[in-house]
């Protein structure tokens, strides 16, 4: 268990405004505004003193929204590659890893960078917070989220799509505290996302915002800091491959962070994103230089995403044109938006194995296709100093060493369920 630790000084600040305001407990938007924007967290602590390995993500507290810590975290580790890089022909690759990875001190597991974030938002929860968390995922968040909430008894309702529960995989059984909700086979994410808000009408829950939460951008922002304090100084490019680009944002945020911190130099890295093709909304808004998503047709996009190994990609309304948004942190660091399709990936988690000694998840090798990608087409110079953000691993390793328990569902909703329905089933789960 990592040394509890006072909790965060902070104040918040609206991106569509510039308005500085307190954070009054669970702010997910600025007070009165109507234009859409993020909310970003200004801290006390404008140096980030790390607090140390034995108090995992807290080590980066000075730059987390927290009113608390929580057992059982791990800081995303960075190292310098060699096999990779000298493959690629790299002389200044550094990757940056979340996962499963005994070997190298860490061993999130989950096998995702998504634990970042649920260990800064629970963190954020007050312990006086009668609400209960509602959280929708497809996949790793939800597994992150329910490990964290089990370990620490924080009352958790998961939304997960029927056909994706086999990702709740755990190493021991979940707690009590935590119930999982699906909507009926056959329907998808954007059903559970739907079948959460309708819960998040009833008084004893609150959503946990996604992208629009602070402390989970945040969490994800630890995988700069990790880099930068590793290296000594920001990185020239940041690779790594996205489904709504809130990890991305949180890169760009944490650049921001430590240009005022001084000590790291005065560089923007440049935001080097990947799609898994054929499903690349964020891709085509950025070609054609729009900041408002461009017209994606519901059945087209369902057939694309059944087509992508990496489903973790898949977000069709990505916090992209919003102030603070994707489209901004993309403009600001000079970014692309690149692509990458299933071969190419899965022969890049291949080379990943083979170079540097782990599994990856699908969305990992994506990112680490696309980098291959740009070597290849000489449009990167050998000596740059580059961070490669690699968001899950390990997951096989990790199944292999550890007998696995499955959540199982507390209830089954159909996919266009009535809130009557769901309030009365709600009222007594708990």
């Known amino acids: 268990m990592s040394p509890s630790i006072p909790k965060t000084n902070y104040?918040?600040?609206?991106?569509?405004?510039?308005?500085?305001?307190?954070?009054?407990?669970?702010?997910?938007?600025?007070?009165?505004?109507?234009?859409?924007?993020?909310?970003?967290?200004?801290?006390?602590?404008?140096?980030?003193?790390?607090?140390?390995?034995?108090?995992?993500?807290?080590?980066?507290?000075?730059?987390?929204?927290?009113?608390r810590t929580l057992k059982g975290s791990y800081a995303p580790i960075t190292y310098k590659s060699e096999g990779l890089a000298k493959k690629l022909g790299l002389t200044n690759l550094w990757i940056t890893f979340s996962g499963y990875w005994p070997e190298k001190c860490i061993e999130m597991s989950t096998a995702s960078f998504k634990e970042t974030e649920a260990y800064s938002v629970c963190g954020r929860m007050d312990e006086s917070m009668d609400k209960i968390l509602v959280v929708a995922s497809a996949g790793n968040t939800a597994r992150s989220f329910a490990r964290v909430c089990s370990d620490n008894k924080i009352p958790l309702l998961l939304s997960v799509p029927e056909d994706n529960i086999d990702v709740l995989w755990f190493d021991k059984p979940i707690d009590d505290c935590v119930k999982l909700i699906v909507s009926r086979s056959g329907g998808d994410y954007f059903d559970a996302i739907h079948l959460s808000n309708l819960a998040c009408q009833l008084d004893q829950f609150v959503a946990e915002g996604g992208a629009k939460n602070v402390a989970r951008r945040d969490g994800m922002g630890t995988?700069?800091?990790?880099?930068?304090?590793?290296?000594?100084?920001?990185?020239?490019y940041y690779f790594q491959a996205i489904g709504s680009?809130?990890?991305?944002?949180?890169?760009?945020?944490a650049n921001?962070?430590?240009?005022?911190?001084?000590?790291?130099?005065?560089?923007?890295?440049?935001?080097?994103?990947?799609?898994?093709?054929?499903?690349?909304?964020?891709?085509?808004?950025?070609?054609?230089?729009?900041?408002?998503?461009?017209?994606?047709?519901?059945?087209?996009?369902?057939?694309?995403?059944?087509?992508?190994?990496?489903k973790v990609l898949s977000n069709r309304k990505p916090p992209y044109p919003l102030a603070g948004g994707l489209y901004d942190a993309l403009k600001d660091s000079d970014g692309h938006v690149i692509l990458a399709n299933n071969k190419q990936a899965k022969e890049a988690s291949q080379l990943f194995q083979e170079t540097e000694g782990n599994d990856?998840?699908?969305?990992?090798?994506?990112?680490?296709?696309?980098?291959?990608?740009?070597?290849?087409?000489?449009?990167?110079?050998?000596?740059?100093?580059?961070?490669?953000?690699?968001?899950?691993?390990?997951?096989?390793?990790?199944?292999?060493?550890?007998t696995l328990y499955y959540l199982k569902p507390s209830l089954v909703?159909?996919?266009?369920?009535?809130?009557?329905?769901?309030?009365?089933?709600?009222e007594g789960l708990f």
């Not at 680009?245 to 945020?253: K, L, M, P, Q, S």
Request: glycine content about 8%; proline content about 5%; aromatic content about 8%.
């Open 245 to 253: 680009g809130t990890g991305a944002i949180a890169a760009w945020e």
């Open 360 to 402: 990856l998840h699908p969305a990992a090798a994506v990112a680490v296709a696309s980098l291959i990608n740009i070597v290849n087409e000489g449009e990167i110079e050998k000596d740059a100093l580059i961070m490669l953000n690699i968001t899950g691993g390990g997951e096989q390793k990790f199944k292999k060493e550890k």
């Open 413 to 426: 909703f159909d996919i266009d369920p009535d809130f009557e329905d769901v309030k009365e089933k709600l």
């Open 256 to 310: 921001l962070r430590l240009l005022e911190d001084g000590r790291f130099g005065n560089r923007k890295m440049k935001l080097m994103v990947s799609q898994n093709e054929p499903f690349t909304p964020i891709y085509d808004a950025w070609k054609a230089d729009s900041r408002a998503m461009l017209p994606l047709d519901d059945e087209l996009a369902r057939k694309q995403v059944e087509e992508i190994d990496a």
């Open 11 to 67: 104040k918040l600040q609206s991106i569509a405004s510039g308005k500085i305001f307190e954070d009054t407990g669970w702010l997910l938007d600025a007070p009165g505004e109507e234009q859409p924007g993020l909310i970003r967290a200004l801290y006390e602590h404008k140096q980030l003193h790390l607090k140390g390995p034995e108090y995992g993500i807290y080590t980066f507290a000075d730059w987390l929204p927290i009113q």
């Open 223 to 236: 995988t700069v800091l990790s880099a930068v304090t590793t290296i000594g100084e920001i990185p020239e």
